[in-house]
Structures are given as structure tokens and as C-alpha cells.
């Protein structure tokens, strides 16, 4: 299994919206709505944003919303702010496999 | 609240075995929930090491599973992860973690430890 494919960086200014996307397979992202989204920052442990494609955990931000259109996952972060800087992974279950994305670094400008 | 807490050896020489232990404490880890590895390069992404529950199902990434062993000490309410024949590619930090079931995402990590292999 490969991993799941993110684009290395993206970027906005403080108040507007950005997606992040995460493709994969019909065997994984496409197979299971079971797609994660988590983010880091420099020097500190993932925090889970977003599980079951479109789900946040008690105490995320409503500003973190998640989607899925055939083998691609996307993560969209509205209302941008200057915490929100750091790196982003999307995950997803296939065949009793984890699989990660390689990481996509938001700059907030 | 659960916490886990990596431990073991900074430096690993190459071509010998990488142990760490997780800790976890605020929950029994011979309850139930899954329990896992992952890893993470410097300046990389993540890497899904493998999975174990509690009643003794493992499941190991097919590229490390010739080299893995993930096993489970409930009387220390720890588990443990052993790479062997490790290169400089192993050098990482590795991160425990705890998933609910299989197919649902890690929601409480370690904090992490850093191994690098020396050669």
C-alpha cells in the first residue's frame, strides 16, 4: 500500500479558506468512509481534527471541515488564523492498514 | 484521561534492535481499545508502524512487518515495540498511540521520543 498523496504546501491570509486534499484509491479513501484529518505543530504529538471523513472531536473548531468525492479527502480550514499554521495529515483505513499522507505545511500569510 | 509516555534508548547502532516501551496510564489497556506505533522521520511524514489489541490481534505495516514485533505487558499496563536490523531510514520519533477500534482514527498520543541510528 502507498501512501496517500498531499500537495507539500499551501498558503492564505488571516480570515479566508483553504482545502488541503488527500488522494488515494478506490482500496482506501474511496473503499471506507474512515478518512482522518490531524494536525502538528513544530516539536508536538498530531491532534485528531477530523475522523469519519466529516466529524470533529469535542473541543475542535468548527472552522475545520472535512469532505470526500470518490478517492479524494479534503480537509477545509475557513476563517484562517495565525495558530492554524502547521503541518496536516490525512489517514485513512484500508484492509486492517493505516495509511498516512505525506503531510501538507499551511503557511498563514 | 489517558496518557501514554514513550521510553527507551536515544541512540540505536545500526544493524542491532530498536526497543521502546509505552506507558499508559487512566485506562486498563487489557479492557479493550486498540493499541499502536507510528513514526515519523525528521522533517517527514507519518508512518503507521502497527496495531495490537488487547486480546492478542496485531497487525503490522507489510513494509516493516519482517522486522516488527509489538507485544503487551498488562501486569505494567505498557506495551512495547522492537525493530530489528535498523538502518539510518529507521531513525525517527516514534509515537504510541490508542485507536478505538481498527478502522477509527488515533485520538491520544504520546508525546513522542526521538531514536536515531548511529552507524
Known amino acids: 500500500q502507498s501512501a496517500l498523496t498531499q500537495p507539500a504546501s499551501v498558503s492564505g491570509s488571516p480570515g479566508q479558506s483553504i482545502t488541503i486534499s488527500c488522494t488515494g484509491t478506490s482500496t482506501d479513501i474511496g473503499g471506507y468512509d474512515y478518512v482522518s484529518w490531524y494536525q502538528q505543530h513544530p516539536g508536538k504529538a498530531p491532534k485528531l481534527i477530523i475522523f469519519?471523513?466529516?466529524f470533529r472531536p469535542s473541543g475542535v473548531s468548527d472552522r475545520f471541515s472535512g469532505s470526500k468525492s470518490g478517492n479524494t479527502a479534503s480537509l477545509t480550514i475557513s476563517g484562517l488564523q495565525a495558530e492554524d499554521e502547521a503541518d496536516y495529515f490525512c489517514s485513512s483505513y484500508t484492509s486492517s492498514i493505516t495509511l498516512f499522507g505525506g503531510g501538507t505545511k499551511l503557511t498563514v500569510l | 484521561q489517558v496518557q501514554l509516555q514513550e521510553s527507551g534508548p536515544g541512540l540505536v547502532k545500526a544493524s542491532e534492535t530498536l526497543s521502546l516501551t509505552c506507558a499508559v496510564s487512566?485506562?486498563?489497556?487489557?479492557?479493550?481499545?486498540?493499541w499502536g506505533w507510528i513514526r515519523q522521520p525528521p522533517g517527514k511524514g507519518l508512518e503507521w508502524i502497527g496495531t495490537?489489541?488487547?486480546?492478542?490481534?496485531?497487525y503490522y505495516n507489510p513494509s516493516l512487518k519482517t522486522r516488527v514485533t509489538i507485544s503487551v505487558d498488562t501486569s505494567k499496563n505498557q506495551f512495547s515495540l522492537k525493530l530489528t536490523s535498523v538502518t539510518a531510514a529507521d531513525t525517527a520519533v516514534y509515537y504510541c498511540?490508542?485507536?478505538?477500534?481498527?478502522?477509527?482514527?488515533?485520538?491520544?498520543w504520546g508525546q513522542g521520543t526521538l531514536v536515531t541510528v548511529s552507524s
Open positions: 487512566g485506562y486498563s489497556i487489557s479492557s479493550a481499545y486498540y
Open positions: 469519519g471523513v466529516n
Open positions: 495490537f489489541y488487547h486480546s492478542g490481534s496485531t
Open positions: 498511540a490508542r485507536l478505538r477500534v481498527m478502522t477509527s482514527p488515533f485520538d491520544y
